[in-house]
């Protein structure tokens, strides 16, 4: 029988795509999502459990109704500029939810996690490309949320043996390649869809916040992977924890670094659309340049980016951008 694998988070972007990787590597996974940022269309055939994390009686009934191997952990507020303006909700929620689960797996004898981690968790790294040996030393608190929730993993092995693969993702970007799922935030804060948005549109102007970084062209740099890239990623871990591998956290990004305003020419190229530009004042807490050396995923998992050049990234989130995301948000709710 196929094992069932709780997806905390599992109608929102990234965790979405990683459902459907483990349908399709034979896993049972079951969605338990508050549909407060995701969509129930998202998690498709999946059981659902409509469920706040906080309410250890949502908990309870998930884990009553299902035998999980393992849980994948992905339901977290994630605004970066939000957590500078409302700490207490990112420090209260992301943190008290970990330990909730953490509790209700406990009390259920499953021991095995994959976390949802952050490249924030290293704040302004002293060079790029960065390995999981630079510091921690998150500038702002969404980033000191997932670094204090790992540290709670590693305090949660030595006491309770529970075992967890930590993902410290980049820049997650692109779209499913068949169009039907992908991202779609309220508000949208992201580079990629801000810019897909101005193309559909064909009208407004691309916002760059600062032009005087020490980088090349005076715009910072990220490190933009696939999200299908981070779903196989997710599979992997999950395969390494079931397969009696030690904990570990793994950077996950496709080594490369682009400029906001090469991501803004890629857009214009792809969409065949002039993207006109402004401007702005750096946005705080914004590291010059992020990106990621992961080889330790590549050995650790046996894992390689396949789908992350810039080109496609871009391809995959116009194509969901014109026609799945336009359908999604026409749907009545
Ligand atoms: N940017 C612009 N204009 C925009 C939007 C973004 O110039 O309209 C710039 C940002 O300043 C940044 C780059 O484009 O330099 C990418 O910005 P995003 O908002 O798309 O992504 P971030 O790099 O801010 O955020 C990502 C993840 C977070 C994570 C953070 C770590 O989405 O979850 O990296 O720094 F916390």
């Not at 969404?142 to 993902?167: C, N, P, Q, W």
């Not at 659309?273 to 590291?287: F, L, M, N, T, Y």
């Not at 050396?293 to 014109?322: F, M, Q, Y």
Request: with cysteine; glycine share 8%; proline share 5%.
């Amino acid at each position: 029988m196929s094992q069932e694998i709780l997806v905390t988070g599992g109608a929102g972007y990234i965790g979405s795509h990683t459902l459907r990787a483990l349908v399709s590597a034979g896993f049972a996974p079951v969605c338990f999502d508050d549909l407060s940022t995701g969509f129930r269309s998202f998690a498709g055939a999946a059981p659902f459990c409509r469920g706040d994390l906080a309410a250890q009686r949502d908990l309870e009934l998930a884990f009553a109704a299902h035998t999980f191997a393992a849980v994948v952990h992905f339901a977290s507020h994630a605004l970066v500029e939000e957590s500078y303006r409302n700490p207490h909700k990112y420090y209260h929620d992301n943190i008290l939810n970990a330990l909730n689960l953490l509790q209700a797996m406990g009390r259920h004898g499953c021991r095995l996690l994959v976390f949802s981690s952050s490249c924030a968790t290293y704040g302004i790294p002293p060079a790029v490309p960065m390995d999981e040996s630079t510091p921690l030393r998150p500038v702002n608190p969404y980033g000191a949320t997932k670094m204090f929730i790992e540290r709670i993993l590693a305090d949660y092995e030595a006491a309770h043996g529970v075992r967890s693969v930590s993902l410290r993702y980049f820049n997650a970007a692109g779209a499913a390649h068949d169009g039907t799922i992908g991202e779609l935030h309220r508000p949208e804060t992201h580079l990629i869809p801000r810019l897909l948005d101005i193309a559909l549109a064909q009208d407004g102007v691309a916002e760059i916040y600062g032009d005087d970084y020490p980088t090349a062209d005076g715009t910072c740099i990220r490190d933009y992977i696939h999200v299908a890239d981070l779903a196989a990623a997710h599979l992997a871990a999950l395969e390494h924890l079931l397969a009696g591998g030690q904990s570990t956290a793994l950077n996950l990004g496709s080594g490369r670094g682009h400029s906001v305003r090469e991501v803004v020419a890629q857009v214009a190229r792809t969409t065949g659309i002039r993207i006109p530009e402004v401007v702005k004042a750096r946005r705080s807490g914004d590291p010059p340049a992020l990106v990621a050396d992961a080889r330790k995923a590549g050995l650790v998992l046996s894992w390689r980016t396949r789908h992350s050049s810039l080109a496609e990234i871009v391809e995959t989130a116009w194509n969901w951008h014109r026609n799945g995301r336009q359908d999604l948000q026409s749907a009545p709710s």
